[in-house]
């Protein structure tokens, strides 16, 4: 990024603290090593991983070669760290760990290396936070060395699940036990034999009339005799073997009465903690996604040439890079500003700024990925990185809520933003201000 | 915005520097005291600024109101906030200025009354850095005082001049004096009678083989006997009176050698010196307007019922309110990341930024504005201040360099990125990459 | 356009009518007349038209030049084409019609000089079916020859009247007459000296349970002692003198109770007669802008060289004149689609393709003009013919119904296509399907 | 399409032929025939093709159903409809079969099935017009029968292939025989074993000053010793099995002089002449993918319920219907526009048409493909069908070349339109025209 810069200008007379756009010296420090990390181990080896993942007999086995770079990442002390709680992790604020999740994301195969990889991160979290001592030992604590990995079970197929009163699976409490019955899918990383913990959502009282209580979240073991792995789900029709997303049918599943999270019907709650960490580290990986793809198309198009002049010399080619570093860098402030929110605000008074990158970043990632296929020709589409990548991103604008659902809410903070405030401090007159004279603002004309 | 932040959360251990999203307490009471006068004086009179500046019987006649406002702003100490340099200005730095701009620039009446408007902003710059003491005497002190007003002439009719090689205006030397022969528009100001000076860009030496050192800066006392203003311009119809846009001659215009700024064949130099802070105070504004164009159409689509439901509850305008908030957002953390950069590594470190922002602001503040005036309805396209800001917000896509110039140099800076580095290092790879072992990344296929 | 088609290839073995896309050799005859007289009288005195619209002393009078160049439409045959009733028009379909409307439409000149031009045609259509003889006589009659000008009254500034059933201008019977109270705007038109009659709607029954038949139209004699002209609305700035748009009062007008035109509580029948030709019109028109920003464009960026070469030889200027070309190209298409609709089974029949051309064409206009006025850098938004053609463009995308009320009943239309037919004879699934042989189409999941 | 329309009103008073927006009797009969067809034999097979297609233990194997299919389809006449030489054909014109190809899109088996398939039909096509007798014996009529299928091989790996001068395939004459050697890929259909024949294009001439007479067309039988297959080619991950793209090494592949197509240095001839209909047909099925899928899109939203009100309601999704809706009739029109014209004044006179139209097709396609994945929720990226036909738009829009070299060559035919003739006739003027009468048009200022 150039020469060092000058950030004591910066301070206030009174030594206040002032905005500061530069990561800290130990982010700084941590970017170069998950950044030669990845040159050293993942990039030399994604041929061989893709083709393994593609090509290997039983194509729901853990790749290999992957676990010994996870061993590798480990010895460096470079894990575990996107977990804040530094008991158990690198004790990273959001903001901290932002820059470095974006240079896992370049490659599909950075985050697991790191012991940094969705949903097993959201997961360790909720554990982390809610689990009781028994269950920590049985799952967080292996899950933590990477040893093991885990699922978390909230989309249905019969009713739009963004909506999340809507869903239908039951968790009836019966005497100490409590007995689930549902059908699940999208469940990412169930078919991965490693797999040996649930988080169920579901409606352990639907008849509260506060609709946010109705939900419950379970522990269930894995493999269990009452799931039904239905299939595999393909995404843009490929099953993103090894890992894979299972269609999970629950009938009868019976598990000890301890194993629900915090406590009945405070699902929503620990689902409103969960997503926001996890919604951010997505997008901090789409914009590592970007910007590797904005890289990649610039070497291409300086590597060909058409009509008698290189590609990279066309102005419709250079827009398009413009706008891709345009897109980029408003995205990667977003996701700093919303990491900051989130570190110094919470969660909660985050919600605005979780909600707009969750649009954002998936969304400028798909755009980017798309103009690099289309700078690859027909390379483009067959590239295994540019399309997995594009069918990933794609499918995140689904995942954690679709856009829509998204924009609503924030539009909906945004019309309480001026309910109770008078327009005339602000010049919001709400109708036709108009250089005549002969109109008043905010009168009716 | 809330309860106030934990910063101190965001320390590093070893106590250094972390990256800040918030407004230090000294830009927070500054806010505040902007937002308060706006409310007091600005807000309150468009109505009747707006109403003098159509229909005074001397279109061209200063407006006797805002000379009023720009005496309480001055009393107040609201006065040159724009000016980094503590000795004339309020020692503000770009970040610190960047979020008052934004609060003017709600209001075309705002950057006036506070001594903060274009082109006397950068002329202000340039002469205090640049001009001759008795010059300052003469131009700087009358306009820092806000009693007289500046022009600066750049552009020509007769070139396509965003690239400033074009420029065909004279200005050759002839013993003690230079003389100017040229015909230069958008001469912004210069109508006004309290225009008193002009900073007028020429080629001195149009031979030089360096063809940035063929332009010289030069100052021009105005009204002057050689200078002819054939017309104001029209700006979507509108000559934006009392201020306006004048189309010159320059027919022998004389002027004494010392009035040459920096010396002969650096009018580069000053101009690049010049355009950075320029644009980014043009962009702060612009979000200004886009801040103020959200709220007046929020409140308008509540004030509404169409075919049986309030035209606000139409998930069709909410996402429009989303992706304005989104925007807007985006394009103010690019704003002051790029003031940031000005801040701390200077305008040619920030050059990146300021092209990036140079394209963002005025565009989405077109297309905020542009929803807001659909949101009104047929009072949309009436009313004064939406379609006065499409207007001004239109031009500026086109002032100081048209976003297709902007666009094309950041695309070229990106290029430059890639163009020594090693792809291995980053996964760049230029050529397919291809999961099925047959192809090696790197190598041509 | 290139050498002759082959039409005959085209007929079918049966002699039966097949498609075709090719103007009738009545319609290029009159293309050539029309486009001769545009070049001949109109494009050559623009300049002088704008000029004197803008400097006259009285700017409400009615253009001078104008009135002989109507007297040369006139003698020319080139009168009243719009007009399908041969007794007193040209006798044109809406599909004949519509390339000559385009041609006027690439000046704002162009449609007045062969009365052609909105809102007289409509109102004339009006007349023409619904008027009483005496009516005919005093109104039609003169508005046919040129003579007098007519204006439609049906927007109101206090409600969305996009909804014309929110209308609240009140129509009520007393005795032999109609009483009037309301208040209208946009009322286009009306300031022309010449404007002597008024088609009114408002309320005649508001208590009607049928929500169609509370409305009513009125002829209302102009000017007349109880309305009232507040002022002439701005459009971007600019009030469209001499032909404007007026804020009416109407306080308790009294006309007589034979005024109401085809019976009390039809307003709403006639408006929706009104509206189709008016609006494809006005789609015609806009397509004529829109070529000829097109061509003004790509002859400007040919006439213009920055850093090195000629702007025209960019490519993503390219990629705008394509652009361009596509939208035009379809959107006449689309055009020509719904005149043909409305020639052979009616407005009503035609209402979906209405709605689709009312919403594309303006919008492309808009589109093009803007990418012309970046092609003229400062020019563009000085140039009188760009930037009120973009004014207009722009207005046109709310008059008649905002683009968002067309997108909405066209969606509706479209929603009905599909409820009562079978999906299985589509493969119009509304279930996922899925290739795993597991899920059935048509089944929920 | 409701009530028959009353064409009869549009003839011209001399009997003229008119435009003519409705399909003819002969094309009504044919496409009630083809969608009949679909319905009976296509949509409720296509589980089980896509289920074997992707199971089957030989992947290359065709599917035996769709076999028994095309029998069907052969026997009922539906069959070759795709040909306009009605020895071999239907006889039908391009405007003709445009709307059958259309309902044959809608399922990817659909053109198989009636022997309408890419790349077959182009090179049956460049048979009929361009082999010698026993080629035809050999390779046409099996061919036409349904019994063998074919490859088209002109792109390359290493170059740019959209700029058909960049290609490196050598032919070169050896005595009696051709030698080729060269690297082709995205040879669709070569993976399946009953491809009997390749089309081969190459440079034979490459020193020829006419850049355009370098290149000849060869058929090689096929499979052939000299031919190697790489690999299949992914589609977004996607092999296409079992029709499938293969990356193919010559290697001193040798064949008979006679096996050159119409004559040596004529390949470029040939590919001009094969190349329209073949984009054209692409585009009528992209439009049929498209309406399936806006089809399937309203009939999910109405299945589903989200925050208290079906999604069907949402304004946000009815404005994607009805854009849908416009963007689909806007591309149907201009894809019959192009097929007319290409029926009329031919392929080379089309040229503008087709190149529009290539680009808009497959553009729109996956833009309504992907709202619909967007309303289809988690299942939308899941589903086979619109996860395929996301994938092969998008390839579209390379296949054929690059949607950037379509419009840039677009761009310049529309430059020419204006290069001699005078901006005065069209109101055209490349400079400012602006209304103060100070300045002339026309002229520079």
């Given at each position: 990024m150039g020469k060092p810069h000058n950030r004591e200008k910066l301070h206030d007379d009174k030594g206040n603290a002032a905005m500061d756009f530069d990561y800290s010296t130990k982010t700084e420090a941590l970017r170069a090593r998950v950044a030669d990390f990845m040159a050293a181990h993942i990039y030399p080896n994604e041929q061989a991983l893709f083709h393994t993942a593609h090509s290997q007999a039983d194509r729901w086995q853990p790749l290999a070669l992957l676990g010994e770079i996870k061993q590798r990442a480990k010895a460096e002390g470079l894990w575990n760290l996107f977990l804040p709680q530094s008991e158990h992790g690198a004790g990273l604020t959001n903001m901290e760990y932002a820059p470095l999740a974006e240079i896992m994301g370049r490659s599909p195969f950075?985050?697991?290396?790191?012991?940094?990889?969705?949903?097993?991160?959201?997961?360790?979290?909720?554990?982390?936070?809610?689990?009781a001592a028994e269950h920590k030992e049985r799952w967080l604590k292996p899950l933590l060395a990477g040893e093991i990995r885990s699922a978390f079970a909230m989309t249905e197929p019969r009713v739009a699940s963004s909506d999340a009163t809507n869903i239908e699976t039951e968790i009836r409490r019966d005497g100490d036990e409590y007995v689930i019955n549902g059908h699940k899918w999208w469940i990412s990383g169930a078919p991965d034999p490693r797999c040996h913990v649930l988080i169920v959502m579901g409606k352990s009282d639907p008849a509260n009339p506060d609709r946010h209580k109705q939900q419950s979240m379970i522990l269930v073991p894995f493999p269990h005799p009452g799931v039904t792995m239905k299939r595999a789900l393909p995404v843009f029709g490929d099953d993103d073997a090894p890992h894979g997303h299972a269609e999970l049918i629950f009938d009868n599943v019976r598990v000890p009465a301890a194993n629900i999270l915090l406590g009945e019907g405070r699902g929503f709650e620990i689902a409103q903690g969960r997503l926001g960490p996890g919604r951010i580290h997505h997008c901090m990986r789409s914009i590592g996604v970007a910007e590797r793809a904005l890289e990649r198309m610039i070497r291409r198009l300086e590597s060909r040439t058409a009509f008698g002049k290189?590609?990279?010399?066309?102005?419709?080619?250079?827009?398009?890079?413009?706008?891709?570093?345009?897109?980029?860098?408003?995205?990667?402030?977003?996701?700093?500003?919303?990491?900051?929110?989130?570190?110094?605000?919470?969660?909660?008074?985050?919600?605005?700024?979780i909600a707009m990158?969750?649009?954002?970043?998936?969304?400028?990632?798909?755009?980017?990925?798309?103009?690099?296929?289309?700078?690859?020709?027909?390379?483009?589409?067959?590239?295994?990185?540019?399309?997995?990548?594009?069918?990933?991103?794609?499918?995140?604008?689904?995942?954690?809520?679709?856009?829509?659902?998204?924009?609503?809410?924030?539009?909906?903070l945004e019309q309480r933003r001026y309910q109770n405030t008078d327009p005339a401090r602000s010049g919001g007159y709400p109708n036709v201000m108009i250089a005549d004279g002969l109109s008043e603002p905010g009168l009716p004309l």
């Open positions: 950075g985050p697991e290396a790191f012991n940094c990889s969705a949903p097993d991160t959201g997961n360790m979290e909720v554990l982390t936070r809610y689990a290189p590609v990279a010399e066309q102005s419709v080619w250079r827009e398009r890079i413009a706008e891709s570093r345009i897109m980029i860098d408003q995205a990667r402030l977003l996701t700093l500003k919303a990491a900051y929110m989130m570190d110094t605000v919470g969660n909660k008074g985050a919600r605005a700024e990158i969750k649009v954002v970043a998936p969304n400028i990632a798909c755009k980017i990925v798309d103009w690099a296929i289309q700078a690859f020709g027909g390379g483009g589409v067959a590239d295994t990185w540019l399309s997995s990548s594009y069918a990933h991103q794609r499918t995140l604008r689904l995942a954690d809520g679709p856009d829509e659902v998204h924009r609503d809410q924030l539009a909906r």
